[in-house]
């Protein structure tokens, strides 16, 4: 398997622009995740979801920030309008469940600029 | 509250020399524990975790981490530190389903000839 792929890799955007980045989870994995690095408040994890369905958001900072699964092989986390202080490295990652031998696996992350 | 504290920003050790990372939690339920590691660009690689059972786990590349309940600790250890170790580690807590929910600062490691 290729492991958990991100795209975008690096984005740079204006402010006010909106912007998607995607995920492709290990396929067969049922829960994904998203979460944000930043210098200041360092690894944050925005949104979870198991078997596409959101199970705690509680991290989405704001209502700019929405994520969608729409089935087991993607997902969007979807900034709108974005502003500079989203700037960061936003990693997805998926895990399956298996009873206590479970690790999440992480992409490499999109490099977010907003300039 | 919730939290992982990792009280060392950067730490420098000589290759060859033993490491300790410290991590101190505070977390409600049953802590499921992990240590990551992450290169320079990169995403983050699990070393190892704590779920159940023995406190003193082996991960990959020779770290081991003991979880003591009573300190409410889950200090990583290393024996010998090589220069590729040169890196930033992250302690975290989560849940069973591998969720790493609340991350500390992270520690950077440098390692010295």
């Known amino acids: 398997d290729a492991g958990v792929i991100q795209s975008p890799r690096h984005e740079v955007t204006e402010m006010g622009q909106e912007v998607t980045l995607r995920c492709k989870p290990i396929s067969g994995h049922d829960y994904l995740f998203w979460y944000r690095q930043t210098m200041m408040r360092g690894l944050e994890l925005l949104i979870y979801f198991n078997n596409n369905v959101p199970i705690d958001d509680s991290g989405m900072p704001e209502d700019r920030f929405s994520a969608k699964m729409p089935n087991a092989s993607f997902s969007t986390l979807k900034i709108q309008p974005s502003e500079p202080r989203d700037s960061a490295v936003y990693f997805c990652a998926s895990s399956l469940l298996t009873g206590g031998n479970t690790e999440a696996f992480f992409g490499q992350g999109t490099r977010l600029t907003v300039v | 509250a919730q939290s992982v504290t990792q009280p060392d920003i950067h730490i420098t050790v000589s290759e060859g020399a033993s490491l300790e990372l410290r991590c101190n939690y505070s977390y409600g339920a049953t802590p499921y524990l992990f240590w990551y590691v992450q290169s320079p660009g990169q995403g983050l690689q699990l070393l190892l975790k704590?779920?159940?059972?023995?406190?003193l786990v082996q991960g990959i590349k020779g770290f081991e981490a003991e979880f003591k309940r009573s300190q409410s600790s889950f200090n990583l250890r290393k024996p010998s530190v090589h220069w590729s170790d040169a890196a930033e580690y992250f302690c975290a807590v989560g849940n069973q389903a591998g969720t790493a929910l609340i991350f500390g600062k992270g520690t950077t490691l440098s390692v010295s000839s």
């Open positions: 704590y779920f159940s059972g023995d406190t």
